[in-house]
T-cell receptor, first 113, second 114 residues
């Protein structure tokens, strides 16, 4: 089955700096890669996703890149703000698995003012 | 995106008892899933809730321990049976329109078993 590895497990950045989280996956048939943000006491919130026919996607300060050959994808947050502090999860799924998501271990991001 | 609610939001239960968690969506959805998130950990899929038929369980999860119902396209329940402290977790439902679509998560149910 699919295995998703996520690094780093914790990330501390100064406000205004950029943050990068990286994930690798094992199943070459995976074709959908969402990123979720989970704040304390809340459920995961989708922040951006990418499909395997696209190499990069941006939404304001957030971007995701996908390298299918190397089987890795990354989340980039620019101009970080204190409200970006949360746990971020990457995930992967394949269409023929009926949408079942395999999650990475998570990255605790702390943005210090 | 769909609005998802879960009940209860949190509960403290005694060992050996059972708790049923409800997931309600404000629109009809095709896919509904149940996940477990143990303290400080990532999310693990428990099962796919199938409308009108038995749920499909992932390896390591069984129907006797986690019975699931899905009577229609907007509602599902997960029961945690014969609980032990190891069942203390956040239980989350997620929904999607089809396998190629985005999944959205509910707020979660925080369960503590004493």
């Amino acid at each position: 089955g699919e295995n998703v590895e996520q690094h780093p497990s914790t990330l501390s950045v100064q406000e205004g700096d950029s943050a990068v989280i990286k994930c690798t996956y094992s199943d070459s048939a995976s074709n959908y890669f969402p990123w979720y943000k989970q704040e304390l006491g809340k459920g995961p919130q989708l922040i951006i996703d990418i499909r395997s026919n696209v190499g990069e996607k941006k939404d304001q300060r957030i971007a995701v890149t996908l390298n299918k050959t190397a089987k890795h994808f990354s989340l980039h947050i620019t101009e970080t703000q204190p409200e970006d502090s949360a746990v971020y999860f990457c995930a992967a799924s394949r269409t023929d698995s009926w949408g079942k998501l395999q999650f990475g271990a998570g990255t605790q991001v702390v943005v210090t003012p | 995106s769909a609005v998802i609610s879960q009940k209860p939001s949190r509960d403290i239960c005694q060992r050996g008892t059972s708790l049923t968690i409800q997931c309600q969506v404000d629109s009809q959805v095709t896919m509904m899933f149940w996940y477990r998130q143990q303290p400080g950990q990532s999310l693990t899929l428990i099962a796919t809730a199938n409308q009108g038929s038995e749920a499909t369980y992932e390896s390591g999860f069984v129907i006797d321990k986690f019975p699931i119902s899905r009577p229609n396209l907007t509602f599902s329940t997960l029961t945690v049976s014969n609980m032990s402290p190891e069942d203390s977790s956040i239980y989350l439902c997620s929904v999607g329109m089809d396998p190629r679509d985005t999944q959205y998560f509910g707020p979660g149910t925080r369960l503590t078993v004493l």
